[in-house]
């Protein structure tokens, strides 16, 4: 066991000066005048301005270099001062945003992190729980509907959906609202009665005792959430109901059921902990999902977190601020990958043993 | 029950001497499976539609035919079988028998800056095959080579092909793609290309993964084992007897992969930096709707024309596929 987690964690800087590498080497297909945004709030018009800048942070010199002064940080002779450096956590600076890449991401982070942490529960729990209902009822009518769902679930860009949510619900009722928060609300939040524990709205409303800014946050992300979620939903149902199914088969089921046990037993407590074992291993692609579908879905609601941002920034090529997020999305799925590639170790000793 | 029995029982049949008895089985599950049956229709009607694009939707003569024509530039959107005001483009042959007039409509309406739907519709069938064949071939070719090698030579060969494999699973799709177009707009200008590289580049390692874990067992069975007792060499064992029947599943994978590349395409486009703006393109069109967020209701056809033909398109390909996955693993059958 401690060999195969140090095994996998000896990994873990091999990934992360790889995926480094990746997105420095997309940084230089950029001019050295539009990589110095790395390094400067304002590119200077001037070219003898632009000149001593590319030679102050070496933008000009060999690729190794740079790469290094673009880990650690380029130093200005005049004021002493060391500019960027992204393991300093100076990514430079947005010129879509217009401030620094760190300050945008660090404002919008826990907005995104408040949709997924809400988008995660109905996926575990819901995708689950139809798993098991379709495969307890193979080949009746709910599980060739749970099936169907799967399928056409899979086909649904989440983009088409999310219009099709906003063509139906936000025109019309308002029981469900844009944005991330309605005016009141936010008046609200900005009064220094209210303390900021978290940044997310819906946590801290619960902290603050205040049910009424919880459920103005909720309503305006249960749209978004359904939108995030229901691809994963579909997928975790039909990884659940295929292992269930496998699981129902073995012998030791048999056993169970002919020791006269119910068939309620069976299954809550024979059959599902080894049937969920292999949808540990979906933890790794539900934070790939969500990561992927932020970006979609908060256009589309026009939820103010880290995947608008990311897409405003992409759309109008601000290269400094759509790879600073990269680099981010890369390391977060590195760490997703440890802690669930660990976890599985654990439940399933099986793996170990590889 | 009895059917069946029967069916193992009767002789080889002609067709079956011809195309192998696997093959026959394949073809034969895919024919009877309800669901591949209901894909394939689905996918035969876009075939249609993408060859008799020129006879369904005419380009303007001499105009670059993915070029959505308009009709004018009003900034509000018209609904459905209004009528063509300026510039028509020619008209289709089955119009006038059809409907007996001689102006041609906007069968589904125009988007903000009065491209035409229809139009845009049937022609990004071509698009959507193009863009989804083209990067499914191309990633499962560098998938293919890059997990063969890797499964063949082993050590460290392997250890470095499935490391950079990591790297690259190490972003989320859709912002890498993202990520890549926007880094190569600039140096390709705007376009299909700039988005598809992005594509390709993160999208072998599927392919690649699945090849290795298949040959990795296939060298352990009996077969293949009988094989190299024999002598048979190395090279021929890997291309007559592992490759062939590694090379299902990757099928598999690529009839899936179509369906989600053209879904991330057509993401990128919604977003803006895929297709440019005016080009016949699902993605594209669907990308008119955010200029009318809060009244969707009264322009739906921006939404539901593109939005359900992508859908469809997606389906046919999932469908087959599932279907495809059935009747290569017996196992499965019924299970899923």
Same mark, same amino acid.
């Given at each position: 066991?401690?060999?195969?987690?140090?095994?996998?964690?000896l990994?873990?800087? =091999?990934?992360?000066?790889?995926?480094?590498v990746?997105?420095?080497?997309?940084?230089?297909?950029?001019?050295?005048?539009?990589?110095?945004?790395?390094?400067?709030? $304002?590119?200077?018009?001037?070219?003898r301005?632009?000149?001593g800048?590319?030679r102050?942070?070496?933008? $000009?010199?060999?690729?190794?270099?740079?790469?290094?002064?673009?880990?650690?940080?380029?130093?200005? !002779?005049t004021?002493?001062?060391i +500019?960027?450096?992204?393991?300093?956590?100076?990514?430079?600076?947005?010129?879509?945003?217009?401030?620094? &890449?760190?300050?945008?991401?660090?404002? @919008?982070?826990? %907005?995104?992190?408040?949709?997924?942490?809400?988008?995660?529960?109905?996926?575990?729990?819901?995708?689950?729980?139809?798993?098991?209902?379709? #495969?307890?009822?193979?080949?009746?009518?709910?599980?060739?509907?749970?099936?169907v769902?799967?399928?056409?679930?899979?086909?649904?860009? /989440?983009?088409?959906?999310?219009?099709?949510?906003?063509?139906?619900?936000?025109?019309?009722?308002?029981?469900?609202?844009?944005? @991330?928060?309605?005016?009141? #609300?936010?008046? #609200? *939040?900005?009064?220094?009665?209210?303390?900021?524990?978290?940044?997310? *709205?819906?946590? $801290?409303?619960?902290?603050?005792?205040?049910?009424?800014?919880?459920?103005?946050?909720?309503?305006?992300?249960?749209?978004?959430?359904?939108?995030? %979620?229901?691809?994963w939903?579909?997928?975790?149902?039909?990884?659940?109901?295929?292992?269930?199914?496998?699981?129902?088969?073995?012998?030791?089921?048999?056993?169970?059921?002919? +020791?006269?046990?119910?068939?309620?037993?069976?299954? @809550?407590?024979? %059959?599902?902990?080894?049937?969920?074992?292999? &949808?540990?291993?979906?933890?790794?692609?539900?934070?790939?999902?969500?990561?992927?579908?932020v970006?979609?879905?908060?256009?589309?609601?026009?939820?103010?977190?880290?995947?608008?941002?990311? !897409?405003? %920034?992409?759309?109008?090529?601000?290269?400094?601020? =759509?790879? #600073?997020?990269?680099?981010?999305n890369?390391?977060?799925?590195?760490?997703?990958?440890?802690?669930? $590639?660990?976890?599985? !170790?654990?439940?399933?000793?099986? &793996?170990?043993? /590889? | 029950?009895?059917?069946?029995?029967?069916?193992?029982?009767?002789?080889?049949?002609?067709?079956?001497?011809?195309?192998?008895?696997?093959?026959?089985?394949?073809?034969?599950?895919?024919?009877?499976?309800?669901?591949?049956?209901?894909?394939?229709?689905?996918?035969?009607?876009?075939?249609?539609?993408?060859?008799?694009?020129?006879?369904l939707?005419?380009?303007?003569?001499?105009?670059?035919?993915?070029?959505?024509?308009?009709?004018?530039?009003?900034?509000?959107?018209?609904?459905?079988?209004?009528e063509?005001?300026?510039?028509?483009?020619?008209?289709?042959?089955?119009?006038?028998?059809?409907?007996?007039?001689?102006?041609?409509?906007?069968?589904?309406?125009t988007?903000?800056?009065?491209?035409?739907?229809?139009?845009?519709?049937?022609?990004?069938?071509?698009?959507?095959?193009?863009?989804?064949?083209?990067?499914?071939?191309?990633?499962?070719?560098?998938?293919?080579?890059?997990?063969?090698?890797?499964?063949?030579?082993?050590?460290?060969?392997?250890?470095?092909?499935?490391?950079?494999?990591?790297?690259?699973?190490?972003?989320?799709?859709?912002?890498?793609?993202?990520?890549?177009?926007?880094?190569?707009?600039?140096v390709?200008?705007?376009?299909?290309?700039?988005?598809?590289?992005?594509?390709?580049?993160?999208?072998?390692?599927?392919?690649?993964?699945?090849?290795?874990?298949?040959?990795?067992?296939?060298?352990?069975?009996?077969?293949?084992?009988?094989?190299?007792?024999?002598?048979?060499?190395?090279?021929?064992?890997?291309?007559?007897?592992?490759?062939?029947?590694?090379?299902?599943?990757?099928?598999?994978?690529?009839?899936?992969?179509?369906?989600?590349?053209?879904?991330?395409?057509?993401?990128?486009?919604?977003?803006?930096?895929?297709a440019?703006?005016?080009?016949?393109?699902?993605?594209?069109l669907?990308?008119f709707?955010?200029?009318?967020?809060t009244?969707?209701?009264?322009?739906?056809?921006?939404?539901?024309?593109?939005g359900?033909?992508?859908?469809?398109?997606?389906?046919?390909?999932?469908?087959?596929?599932?279907?495809?996955?059935?009747?290569?693993?017996?196992?499965?059958?019924?299970?899923?």
């Amino acid at each position: 066991m401690t060999n195969y987690i140090v095994r996998r964690l000896l990994l873990v800087p =091999v990934l992360l000066f790889g995926v480094s590498v990746l997105i420095f080497l997309m940084l230089q297909a950029l001019s050295p005048v539009e990589r110095s945004a790395l390094y400067v709030r $304002d590119i200077p018009k001037n070219e003898r301005a632009l000149d001593g800048i590319i030679r102050q942070y070496g933008l $000009d010199q060999p690729i190794h270099i740079q790469y290094w002064k673009w880990l650690t940080g380029a130093k200005n !002779a005049t004021t002493g001062e060391i +500019k960027g450096g992204i393991l300093r956590g100076d990514f430079g600076y947005s010129r879509t945003a217009s401030q620094p &890449v760190i300050d945008l991401i660090k404002r @919008r982070f826990p %907005a995104t992190l408040e949709l997924a942490v809400w988008a995660v529960i109905p996926v575990v729990a819901g995708g689950i729980l139809l798993g098991v209902i379709a #495969a307890v009822n193979h080949n009746k009518p709910v599980d060739h509907i749970a099936r169907v769902f799967a399928i056409v679930g899979w086909s649904f860009p /989440d983009f088409v959906l999310g219009l099709l949510l906003l063509m139906i619900f936000y025109v019309g009722t308002d029981w469900f609202l844009p944005g @991330r928060i309605s005016d009141w #609300a936010n008046r #609200a *939040i900005m009064t220094p009665e209210f303390r900021n524990y978290t940044q997310m *709205i819906s946590i $801290d409303a619960l902290l603050n005792s205040r049910l009424d800014i919880f459920w103005d946050a909720l309503r305006h992300m249960i749209m978004p959430v359904i939108t995030l %979620a229901y691809l994963w939903w579909a997928l975790t149902m039909r990884v659940t109901r295929s292992s269930m199914l496998e699981t129902l088969r073995q012998d030791y089921i048999t056993t169970a059921r002919s +020791k006269g046990l119910s068939e309620r037993t069976v299954v @809550r407590q024979h %059959a599902l902990p080894n049937a969920l074992m292999p &949808v540990v291993t979906l933890g790794g692609g539900t934070v790939l999902g969500l990561l992927s579908g932020v970006v979609i879905v908060e256009t589309v609601f026009d939820y103010r977190g880290m995947g608008s941002a990311f !897409a405003a %920034a992409a759309v109008q090529l601000d290269i400094v601020t =759509v790879l #600073a997020f990269t680099l981010l999305n890369g390391c977060i799925m590195i760490v997703a990958n440890v802690v669930v $590639d660990v976890l599985y !170790a654990y439940i399933d000793p099986r &793996v170990r043993l /590889d | 029950m009895t059917k069946k029995q029967e069916n193992t029982r009767k002789p080889m049949g002609w067709l079956e001497a011809q195309l192998g008895t696997e093959t026959y089985r394949l073809i034969k599950g895919l024919l009877t499976n309800p669901i591949s049956v209901a894909g394939m229709i689905l996918l035969g009607i876009f075939i249609f539609v993408a060859v008799a694009a020129p006879l369904l939707a005419p380009p303007r003569e001499g105009a670059d035919p993915f070029k959505i024509p308009r009709d004018g530039y009003g900034q509000v959107p018209k609904p459905p079988g209004s009528e063509w005001r300026t510039r028509q483009p020619p008209l289709p042959f089955w119009w006038k028998a059809l409907v007996g007039t001689d102006s041609w409509t906007h069968l589904m309406g125009t988007a903000s800056g009065q491209w035409d739907i229809y139009y845009g519709v049937i022609w990004g069938t071509r698009t959507a095959f193009y863009v989804g064949l083209s990067i499914t071939a191309v990633t499962a070719l560098i998938g293919i080579t890059l997990g063969t090698l890797s499964a063949y030579y082993g050590g460290v060969v392997d250890m470095v092909i499935m490391r950079i494999a990591d790297i690259f699973i190490a972003f989320p799709f859709l912002p890498a793609a993202m990520t890549l177009s926007a880094v190569l707009t600039p140096v390709l200008g705007r376009g299909l290309i700039a988005p598809m590289i992005a594509l390709m580049v993160f999208g072998w390692t599927g392919f690649a993964r699945l090849l290795r874990s298949d040959i990795l067992s296939l060298r352990e069975r009996e077969y293949v084992i009988a094989a190299r007792v024999v002598g048979v060499r190395d090279s021929r064992i890997m291309f007559r007897h592992i490759l062939p029947n590694a090379i299902f599943p990757t099928l598999v994978l690529a009839s899936m992969r179509i369906g989600s590349y053209v879904i991330t395409f057509a993401g990128l486009s919604f977003l803006g930096i895929g297709a440019e703006v005016g080009y016949a393109d699902w993605g594209q069109l669907l990308s008119f709707a955010r200029d009318w967020m809060t009244q969707l209701r009264e322009y739906w056809y921006i939404i539901m024309f593109p939005g359900v033909t992508l859908v469809l398109f997606v389906l046919s390909w999932n469908l087959v596929g599932d279907a495809l996955r059935d009747v290569l693993d017996p196992r499965l059958q019924g299970s899923r």
